[in-house]
């Protein structure tokens, strides 16, 4: 599922494409996804024009004029597909919405296994929406510190892994990029969570930040349906150190003996990804 520095491209791609565009057709090819698209969804879209982005967690906000704000969530396999209008290919297959702008952009919501969402809410009450209210603090903002972070963990007696996947903790983290956080930091996923605050956690927030940072500056990670709107992969999934590296030599270790490369376990039924030696 695309994690917060995949949503963050998607959405740096549709604000270059969109931003201050008028939108002048828009049509929906089925009732819903995830959940049914709220009703006259496509009408509201055509003729506003696009005021600004957001995105909070793993979600983004398309900000329209006249107040609304589209809410869009990628799920497990969704794309936004860019193309000119002019372009003779056939419609991408699983095509479940789309918008045309004033200068000849055409935008499609691809979603092969319908896990994506759409919704639209009031621009003034975003953080209200039920998908967003509670939601824990943006990584990447400098409110997002040490203290922050130790404050929300006290006393908790979770593993630190699923307390980074918890989007009431920490938003738009997700499965690669807590591996890799807690690698950098030489953490051990099975530690408890509360036992974080102090020397860790001042490693771990500046760990989680450069991981998200140089993932989105290399336009995310593509293992499976994610692309750039533009249609080109990420390349994060080049830089992983642990994740999904199994049995591959720890990027800390020296080497045997004592060191058995990336060890993986599973935590709530996920993959986890780690060195045993070097994270504790």
Known sequence: MPELPEVETVMRGLAGLLQG????????HRAGMRWPFPPGLAQRLTGSRVEGFRRRGKYMLIRLSGGSSVLIHLG????????????NAPPPRHEHLVMQTDDGQRIG?????????????????????????????????????EGV??????????PIKAALLDQRIVAGLGNIYVAEALFRAGISPRRLAGTIPGSRASRLVPA???????????GGSSLRDYVQTDGELGSFQDRFQVYD????????CPGPPGCLGVSRIVQSGRSTFFCARTQR
């Open 21 to 28: 565009r008028v939108l002048t057709m828009a049509a929906t």
């Open 208 to 218: 989680i930040k450069a991981v998200l940072t140089e993932a989105i500056e290399a």
């Open 76 to 87: 497990m396999s969704g794309r936004m597909v860019a193309r000119a209008i002019g372009d």
């Open 149 to 158: 972070l130790a404050s929300a963990l006290a006393g908790k007696q979770t």
């Open 245 to 252: 590296r199994e049995a591959a030599p720890c990027p800390l």
């Open 109 to 145: 919501f691809v979603d092969p296994r319908r896990f994506g969402s759409v919704d639209l809410v009031p621009t003034a009450a975003e953080d209200d929406h039920k998908l967003l209210a509670g939601m824990g603090p943006e990584p990447l903002e400098d409110s997002f510190t």
